[in-house]
């Protein structure tokens, strides 16, 4: 890939800083069409990314090639379609084992789930969407396990207790991928979701439930996740306080222990 040009049709010229337009540029366009293939429908044609990214297609074919050879994107023989590839799964395997997140709460959160009775999750922001990097299903699942998914940030209680604390431009790029009577809501009530210690958000997503979710901060007070619980449809407000409690003195306790070495 460090071959390509910096886009659609540059070459690999450099800047007065030393550093390679032409690589920095390929290395930009691979990550957006990644993005792309994981957006909508599993599989995805050529010349409808080059469409969405606004490359042509032949600097899209030559970057998808690359990506196929690599295994970080796969191509269809029957359909010729594009799509994910099995590296990713490998890198966020390794991103997982290593987080501080997922090392301080791992002793806890089957406890909570026992304690509390509900589906437990924890959150991180990564652009514009929230995702869950861990879960561990309650009795009220029933036989059906519900699988950690990414979602736009502001359809999750999680989403907007994470936004709500994010820089200035994190919180613009969450608003440009909502609707925009959500973005509206969201401008309105920033500050609220950042002063509270929870957010309870009833289900506004099909097949999603009622959530109530607290910030983790890490040892320097920055919110680094957020701590979520399902909660049942309708839950009055003394059981969605009950179980904001028990997240929160969960998050508290963890969250001492992240970014303390």
């Not at 701590?227 to 839950?235: F, I, K």
């Amino acid at each position: 890939m460090a071959g390509e040009g910096n886009g659609d049709g540059a070459t690999g010229s450099t800047s007065g800083n030393g550093s390679a337009r032409g690589g920095l540029g390929t290395i930009r366009n691979a990550v957006r069409l990644l993005d792309l293939l994981a957006e909508g429908p599993p599989l995805h044609h050529l010349t409808d990314l080059a469409a969405r990214s606004g490359m042509s297609v032949p600097t899209v074919h030559r970057l998808l090639r690359s990506l196929v050879q690599a295994d970080y994107a796969v191509q269809d023989p029957a359909t010729s379609r594009y799509g994910l590839g099995p590296q990713l799964t490998r890198l966020s395997k390794h991103y997982l084992a290593r987080s501080a997140i997922l090392a301080a709460l791992a002793p806890f959160v089957v406890a909570l789930r026992n304690q509390l009775a509900a589906t437990i999750s924890v959150y991180v922001l990564a652009g514009r969407e929230v995702m869950c990097i861990d879960q561990v299903d309650g009795d009220d699942r029933g036989p059906f396990r519900r699988s950690p998914r990414a979602l736009p940030a502001l359809d999750t209680a999680a989403g907007r207790v994470l936004a709500a604390h994010a820089a200035p431009e994190v919180w613009a790029e969450v608003l440009s991928a909502a609707a925009p009577e959500t973005v509206e809501l969201a401008q309105a009530y920033r500050d609220e979701w950042a002063a509270s210690n929870h957010i309870h958000l009833p289900a506004v997503v099909a097949d999603h439930v009622d959530e109530v979710a607290v910030p983790l901060r890490d040892a320097e007070g920055t919110v680094v996740a957020a701590l979520a619980a399902d909660v049942p449809t309708g839950a009055d407000e003394a059981h969605v306080r009950t179980a904001a409690a028990a997240l929160e003195r969960t998050a508290v306790s963890c969250g001492r222990s992240i970014g303390n070495g």
